[in-house]
């Protein structure tokens, strides 16, 4: 071999070596919708972390929608190295139709897997004009909704739930009369978005509807952006969304992303992660910084799905399955 050749051949080892770098040291997070906010801060912190301890660079895309539509995204052939979800039904979708993620991902990282968790509450235009206060408010005439479809985003999954709970326990335990209520109350909504983020520009930015249900960290983002013109309202019971996080097992090991990723879920647990939760108004898992920022976060009186539905597997079937009770709800209306 002359000596052109072997350096020209050492030239191409070291750009298809870097390329596998490049490739090995690059994730693509598919994410919900209204989490943008928040992995604009994350992302570079993490990067920033990564490059100190092991002196690699590393990039990070995002893929933001409505979490169910992004779960079917990875389904149907989205390359994501991570899925940072808003409940586990998403992330159990993958795993049962496309099996990418291994059936104990929960077991994975600290907390089931969910390093954060989130509410639904309510914004209304100032002056509350309707006076709505609560769940009950919601159907009465003249109020128009704004939620996104429980078929398509965990927000308005939360949402019905949220809903239908209430309804019960202020009903004595009565099925029949939640389903009433909660076919009234879609009875107000005039149009359903995808994902929260589509909800909020429905709401805020094209001004329909009276009152937007929406995650708690959406809510400080309108009101730090557009304050003057809406008012927020705590319902008197309301869900506890945890947010789940997964690395797509199967993907990442085909990328050569693993090591990183694992990296990546892991530093939402960091106490520098847990701050930058709290700072985006998303409730961090640490109790200690969720304390130091109590301030930001209002007492809340509060369910969670397992407790009320029987898990999310459960929820699924009788409630948001083709067929289920929002199906026939909604198209009763």
């Known amino acids: 071999m002359t000596r052109r050749s072997l350096l020209l051949l050492l030239t191409f080892i070291l750009a298809l070596d870097a390329r596998v770098a490049s490739a090995g040291n690059e994730l693509l997070n598919a994410s919900y919708d209204v989490t943008r906010g928040f992995y604009r801060d994350f992302n570079p912190a993490f990067a920033a972390d990564w490059k100190q301890k092991t002196g690699e660079d590393v ?11 992004q779960a079917r995204a990875i389904i149907d052939g989205l390359e994501a190295d991570v899925v940072t979800s808003n409940n586990p039904l998403d992330i159990d979708a993958i795993v049962d139709k496309a099996h990418l993620i291994p059936r104990d991902w929960a077991s994975k990282f600290p907390h089931n897997s969910a390093p954060s968790w989130s509410t639904i509450l309510f ?21 128009s909704v704004i939620v996104p479809n429980p078929k398509t985003s965990g927000n308005g999954r939360y949402s019905y739930l949220a809903a239908w709970e209430w309804a019960k326990r202020n009903n004595g335990g009565n099925e029949a009369a939640a389903r009433d209520f909660v076919t009234r109350l879609f009875r107000h909504v005039p149009v359903l978005d995808t994902g929260g983020r589509g909800a909020t520009t429905t709401f805020a930015h094209r001004g329909i509807g009276d009152v937007l249900l929406t995650f708690e960290n959406e809510v400080r983002l309108i009101q730090s952006e557009l304050g003057d013109r809406f008012e927020v309202v705590v319902p008197s019971l309301t869900v506890r969304a945890d947010n789940p996080v997964a690395v797509v097992e199967k993907v990442a090991a085909k990328k050569g992303t693993t090591r990183v990723a694992q990296a990546y879920l892991a530093f939402h647990y960091s106490d520098a992660g847990q701050e930058l939760f709290a700072n985006n108004d998303i409730r961090p898992v640490n109790d200690a910084i969720l304390k130091k920022y109590a301030s930001r976060f209002p007492p809340l009186n509060t369910f969670d799905v397992d407790q009320a539905f029987g898990g999310w597997a459960r929820a699924q079937a009788v409630h948001f399955a083709d067929g289920g009770i929002f199906d026939q709800i909604y198209q009763g209306n």
Do not use: M
Request: net charge positive.
């Open 59 to 69: 990039r990070i895309n995002q893929s933001h929608g409505g979490s169910t539509k």
């Open 123 to 143: 914004v209304v235009r100032k002056g509350n004009p309707k006076g709505i206060r609560d769940w009950s408010d919601l159907a009465k005439p003249g109020v």
